[in-house]
């Protein structure tokens, strides 16, 4: 069994004149805890679509378990392990976290999509559900609709319906954006907490769950690969320092959006500023 669980190779997506994804090679290590970093605009999340295969590239490969997934649809990528989180849509604003759950389960485990016999019916469904909310923090509102649940309980319910379709790697889009500060906490310790076997991709501009969190980083500028390296060979690459510090226009940073955290120590683009990591020279 290979070590490399994800890989893609020399990945381009172009929107018109746009080249949002230039010949992006990652490999995710199985167990991995690997953050992608870069300004706004980077290309982080059109990565991650191409991955996920809700865009096609324009050029480039993509493996999963060393199988070719680039042809492959949304779903079936899904179905071979790779899962990202999911937006809570209006399905499932008007269920609660138990019914949720209960419902990607039975359905991952081809039980159908009405959840309500196979909770009745189903003790395997309705436990993993059960064990799901108390993994997440979500047991106490187990029963109240989603569309009124605190918004970092959103997040974790979004994070717990797609461990419930069992990922080999995770793909985690800034879980922690825009979360109010009494509630990050839970989540910081939740995403700490993730399965070890599950191989995890992490994009999130707070550095200070980014240092804690990953043990290999990718930072990409303007759709490149810029470097890879350990937390810290990132921290004290100096291009990386130029990216994050002073030359940001250049390099095509932006000041984080409303929403985004900056780094607790307070620099300018939302760098590290903890963890030993000296990126502050
Ligand atoms: N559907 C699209 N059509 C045209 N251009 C797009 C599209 N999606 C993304 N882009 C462009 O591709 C580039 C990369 O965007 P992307 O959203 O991937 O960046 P990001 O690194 O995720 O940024 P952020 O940190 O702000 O989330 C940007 O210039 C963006 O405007
Ligand atoms: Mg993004």
Redo the contacts with the bound molecule.
């Keep these: 069994m290979s070590d490399i669980v994800l890989s893609c190779e020399g990945l381009v997506k172009r ?2 004149g ?1 080249t ?1 994804t230039n010949n992006v090679t990652l490999n995710l290590r199985r167990g991995a805890r690997h953050a992608l970093i ?10 991650i679509n191409l991955l996920t295969g809700v865009l096609d590239a324009t050029e480039g490969r993509i493996t999963l378990e060393g199988k070719d997934i680039s042809k492959l649809a949304p779903h079936e990528r899904v179905r071979l392990g790779m899962v990202r989180t999911f937006q809570i849509n209006q399905l499932f604003a008007s269920m609660t976290p138990l019914e949720t759950l209960a419902l990607v389960v039975s359905q991952h485990r081809g039980l159908g999509t009405k959840w309500w016999p196979s909770l009745g019916k189903d003790a395997a469904v309705a436990a993993r559900a059960e064990e799901l909310l108390a993994q997440f923090h979500l047991s106490e509102v187990a029963d109240q609709r989603t569309e009124h649940l605190a918004y970092g309980k959103r997040r974790l319910l979004e994070i717990a319906i797609a461990l419930a379709c069992e990922p080999r790697v995770l793909l985690l889009d ?1 879980p922690v954006a825009g979360v109010p500060a009494g509630e990050r906490e839970e989540l910081l310790q939740t995403v700490a907490a993730l399965p070890a076997d599950v191989s995890v991709l992490l ?1 999130e ?1 707070d550095m200070d769950l980014v240092f804690s969190f990953a043990d290999r980083m990718t930072v ?1 500028v303007n ?1 490149t690969v810029l470097t890879e390296g350990t937390p810290d060979e990132i921290a004290n690459n100096p291009e990386v320092k130029a990216v994050y510090l002073g030359h940001g226009e250049e390099a095509g940073a932006a000041p984080p ?1 409303e929403g985004h955290q900056a780094a607790s120590g307070g620099s300018a683009a939302g760098l590290p500023a903890s963890s030993g990591a000296n990126l502050h020279g």
């Design positions: 929107f018109g746009i949002a870069g300004p706004n605009g980077a290309g982080k999340t059109t990565l800034e994009i501009h990409l759709g959006p």
